[in-house]
Nanobody
Framework: VQLQASGGGLVQPGGSLRLSCAAS????????MGWFRQAPGKEREFVAS????????NYADSVKGRFIISRDNAKNTGYLQMNSLQPEDTAVYYC???????????????????WGQGTQVTVSS
């Protein structure tokens, strides 16, 4: 499985963006997946994760209530809907997937199996 993230861009504070993570390969449906971000000068941080079935979602406190993670296994694609964006959300966003780590453990995982390239999200007026 390979991942390709897209959908980043420049948005004003309060705006919305939807990131996509397109996966190659027929086994994506068996992988938990998640989103991480890294702002300049900061360490990479967990944003959200979702189980292979979509039944379990997990969020960082900083995005809870504003971001929604989802997936469409028929399209081999995961999504991150980001609402009420703030300047502190500015970062490079990465999607990741793992066949052995459950979604609820993504925030603690040091090395996930598969990473996509990042997509830049900039929130600025």
């Amino acid at each position: 499985v390979q991942l390709q993230a897209s959908g980043g861009g420049l948005v004003q504070p309060g705006g919305s963006l939807r990131l996509s993570c397109a996966a190659s390969g027929p086994t994506f449906r068996y992988y938990a997946m998640g989103w991480f971000r890294q702002a300049p000068g900061k360490e990479r941080e967990f944003v959200a994760s979702i189980s292979w079935s979509g039944g379990d979602e997990n969020y960082a406190d900083s995005v809870k209530g504003r971001f929604i993670i989802s997936r469409d296994n028929a399209k081999n694609t995961g999504y991150l809907q980001m609402n009420s964006l703030q300047p502190e959300d500015t970062a490079v966003y990465y999607c990741a997937a793992d066949s052995a780590v459950v979604a609820s453990r993504f925030m603690f995982a040091a090395n996930l199996e598969i990473w996509g390239q990042g997509t830049q999200v900039t929130v600025s007026s």
